[in-house]
T-cell receptor, first 117, second 115 residues
């Protein structure tokens, strides 16, 4: 079945530091890949996505590239801010070659990011 | 606000009691999902509906759990004879009809505490 593995956390950084959160996946077919973020007291929201190999998703200074050869979708940001402190979830959604998606998302366990001033 | 709404936001109950959660999806979305999230873990899939049809159920959804979406709009998740292990955040999400890249729109969740 499908699965997602995220790097062990939590991650603590100083403001303006470089961020990488690793994510690898196991899936059949042609999955779409996502990063979701959960800010304190809020619901999960989509941060970025990539739907096919070599696509790069980007949003709010965050980037992730869909690497089929390494089955990875690592999240990066060049300079983090205190406001980026949140829990980050990598997720995938399976699909077939025709692009028909298979319902549910499968999530990783989440990585807590804390950014200090 | 036209986002996904869940009710109640918090529920404290005693072991053995029944609880019901309600989810109102975004109005034009035909797919609705239920997930469970425990502390330090990612959301775990429970079940999903396309319109009123329940298309998939996780083995996590024991006989004590039942979900409905009778008119293809709002959904309810009922837990009978609650156990302390049911304590978790129950998340609802929806997504639009048609071919899509799979983004789910989540509500803020209903937190269940079983004493």
């Amino acid at each position: 079945g499908n699965s997602v593995t995220q790097m062990e956390g939590p991650v603590t950084l100083s403001e303006e530091a470089f961020l990488t959160i690793n994510c690898t996946y196991t899936a059949t077919g042609y999955p779409s890949l996502f990063w979701y973020v959960q800010y304190p007291g809020e619901g999960l929201q989509l941060l970025l996505k990539a739907t096919k190999a070599d696509d790069k998703g980007s949003n709010k200074g965050f980037e992730a590239t869909y690497r089929k050869e390494t089955t990875s979708f690592h999240l990066e940001k060049g300079s983090v801010q205190v406001s980026d402190s949140a829990v980050y979830f990598c997720a995938l959604r399976g699909s077939n070659a025709g692009g028909t998606s298979y319902g549910k998302l499968t999530f990783g366990q989440g990585t807590i990011l804390t950014v200090h001033p | 606000d036209t986002g996904v709404s869940q009710d109640p936001r918090h529920k404290i109950t005693k072991r053995g009691q029944n609880v019901t959660f309600r989810c109102d999806p975004i109005s034009e979305h035909n797919r609705l999902y239920w997930y469970r999230q425990t502390l330090g873990q990612g959301p775990e899939f429970l079940t999903y509906f396309q319109n009123e049809a329940q298309l998939e159920k996780s083995r996590l959804l024991s006989d004590r759990f039942s979900a409905e979406r009778p008119k293809g709009s709002f959904s309810t998740l009922e837990i009978q004879r609650t156990e302390q292990g049911d304590s978790a955040m129950y998340l609802c999400a929806s997504s639009p009809r048609g071919r899509s890249t799979g983004e789910l729109f989540f509500g803020e969740g209903s937190r269940l505490t079983v004493l």
